[in-house]
C-alpha cells in the first residue's frame, strides 16, 4: 500500500518531464536529415490524389 502512495506523491511536473524524455528516446530513430533541391519550396502546389516522386539527398540508410 505504501508503495502506491509514493507513486502519487511524484509532483506533477516531474511525471511530465519522465514522459518527455520517454517519447524523445521512443522517437529518436524516427528523425532523418533530408536535403531538397531547390526546386521544393515553399508555397509549392502539388496536384492531389496522384502519385508524385519527389528527390532528395540522404546519408546512406535513411528512410
Not at 15 to 35: F, K, S, T
Request: glycine fraction near 4%.
Amino acid at each position: 500500500m505504501m508503495n502506491s502512495a509514493r507513486f502519487l506523491f511524484v509532483p506533477y511536473f516531474l511525471r511530465h518531464v519522465m514522459l518527455a524524455i520517454g517519447l524523445v528516446l521512443l522517437l529518436q530513430p524516427c528523425w532523418a536529415e533530408l536535403r531538397l533541391p531547390a526546386l521544393v519550396s515553399d508555397c509549392m502546389v502539388l496536384q492531389r490524389d496522384t502519385e508524385l516522386k519527389i528527390w532528395g539527398w540522404a546519408a546512406p540508410g535513411e528512410k
